[in-house]
């Protein structure tokens, strides 16, 4: 008795821990990326990289907003047309690009993958670049703007929990 006791105890441990890998696999696949379909990004070259949302927001709700920031350093950018969006862009305090896309329509429900073209003229430094982006479905928001830049220290666990997409913006064409 005291066997099949431990056993169901063992079954019922693992399939715990099993559920808790699948909710953290989840949450961690869950956020904004920057997308450049087998091109690379070269120093002060135009472009054109692609916002993906890959789902609305959590409790099933539908995502309505979306604004990305890109920083001064981004010679252009320019929001491309998304069927069912609406897309503004402005020059922001410190010379920070402002790209917002509102829904027309029903929005990117829970179970879509949304793509969010822009055309972009590279900022003309190489390095690594944040786009800080945050996702609204209504009142709820989501925001992907965790400045995550590597190992783990004190202050940020590694990866975090919402991290900012990047682009990677290299020296120069070959």
Excluded at 64 to 77: E, G, P, Q, S, T
Excluded at 87 to 102: H, P
Aim: net charge positive; glycine share 10%; proline share 8%.
């Amino acid at each position: 008795m005291r066997g099949r006791r431990r056993a169901l105890v063992r079954m019922a441990a693992f399939f715990l821990a099993a559920v808790a890998v699948l909710a953290t696999a989840r949450a961690v696949a869950a956020h904004a990326t920057l997308f450049l379909f087998g091109a690379h990004a070269y120093a002060g070259e135009p472009g054109t990289i692609t916002m993906r949302i890959p789902h609305g927001c959590t409790g099933g709700l539908a995502t309505d907003k979306i604004v990305a920031r890109f920083n001064w350093r981004w010679l252009a950018v320019a929001p491309q047309e998304v069927d069912g969006w609406q897309a503004t862009v402005e020059r922001a305090r410190r010379g920070t690009w402002v790209v917002t896309w509102t829904a027309t329509g029903d929005g990117l429900a829970n179970d879509e993958i949304g793509d969010f073209p822009l055309a972009v003229t590279l900022p003309a430094t190489p390095g690594d670049y944040a786009t800080p982006t945050v996702q609204y479905c209504g009142s709820v928001a989501m925001s992907w703007t965790d400045p995550y830049r590597g190992a783990a220290d004190g202050d940020h666990p590694s990866p975090p929990e919402y991290p900012a997409p990047w682009v990677r913006v290299r020296s120069s064409a070959p």
